[in-house]
């Protein structure tokens, strides 16, 4: 499913309801993406890909950095594997890491339009549909992400179709040691950006308000956490990161609220704390869901949506 054509393409507009990475692209916040993987973000998932023909397709909506895409091409080396994302920045540097990260696989990364599909599918590709379309935590870094949930539904295959979503339940995330100060400039910056800290726990709804029947949803949960001194350090070190630089995405939207110096130190204290701390650990709920269609569904055309 080579796209190159469409992948390059220098037309493609941002996302209409643009996702918002509320910790910024800083060096620090990919490598704590890169942390996820198969193993440890889509167990809830895995037993039904491995029930599926070896030659599936799936799409992964909002693949960032590309670390599930890349590993799911490791695990399914001969299904074909799409990974979607706004920056073309990222979708580059993804490509072209696939022959050393995922050699011999049908990995493949694009830039493009999740509510827009003609900017990175063919229409070929739009009328074949996918196996199973997938999202990690980008629902819950777009404002009004219904749309999102929608396409993701018209581009599954109408009768045995999968759409797979997991996404934190922010508002659950417990810290110890405490960090109350930073929580709570986290559930400004969320509101400021329109984006909900309780995506997780809306997670069904927002499938029914999708289209999904109750009946073809199947919903569980796992927790994320960040315990090991290592886990601790990629979370909280690039949170630092983050903090010390005046011009990224946090600090700018900490001057809105008019934060002085001496808070924004509390916040790195509260930081360095919970790196340095024995007993500290990072808590957040996931919540999952795997949608199944049916060929009972009206889907309609695959095509842009209406804002």
């Not at 990919?30 to 973000?41: D, G």
């Not at 799911?72 to 990222?90: K, M």
Request: glycine share 6%; aromatic share 6%.
């Amino acid at each position: 499913m080579n796209n190159s054509k469409h992948r390059n393409r220098q037309d493609v507009q941002p996302w209409r309801r643009v996702t918002t990475y509320h910790i910024g692209f800083k060096q620090g916040t990919i490598k704590l993406f890169e942390l996820r993987n198969v193993s440890t973000c889509l167990q809830y998932l895995l037993p039904t890909l491995n029930s599926l023909p070896p030659t599936f397709s799936l799409l992964d909506v909002g693949c960032g950095p590309g670390s599930i895409t890349l590993d799911l091409a490791r695990h399914f080396p001969q299904a074909t594997i799409i990974g979607v994302d706004q920056s073309a920045e990222v979708t580059e540097r993804n490509q072209a890491s696939v022959e050393a990260l995922a050699p011999g696989t049908c990995a493949e990364f694009r830039q493009g339009d999740i509510v827009r599909p003609e900017t990175f599918l063919t229409p070929a590709e739009m009328e074949a549909k996918f196996d199973v379309v997938h999202e990690h935590t980008t629902l819950i870094c777009i404002p009004e992400n219904a749309p999102v949930l929608r396409q993701m539904r018209l581009l599954a295959k109408p009768k045995g179709g999968i759409v797979a979503c997991r996404d934190g339940d922010t508002q659950s995330q417990v810290l110890w040691p405490p960090c109350p100060e930073n929580a709570e400039l986290q559930e400004r910056i969320y509101r400021m950006n329109g984006l909900e800290t309780q995506t997780g726990r809306r997670l069904i709804n927002k499938a029914l308000d999708a289209g999904f029947r109750r009946d073809q949803i199947t919903a569980s949960a796992s927790v994320l956490s960040n315990i090991t001194r290592e886990e601790r350090f990629a979370y909280a070190g690039s949170m630092l990161d983050i903090l010390a630089d005046e011009n990224s995405e946090y600090r700018r939207a900490a001057a809105k609220f008019g934060y002085t110096a001496e808070q924004i130190d509390v916040l790195r204290a509260n930081m360095q704390r919970f790196i340095d701390a024995e007993d500290a650990w990072r808590l957040l709920i996931c919540t999952e869901i795997i949608c199944r269609l049916d060929g009972d569904d009206e889907t309609g055309p695959t095509s842009t949506l209406a804002a």
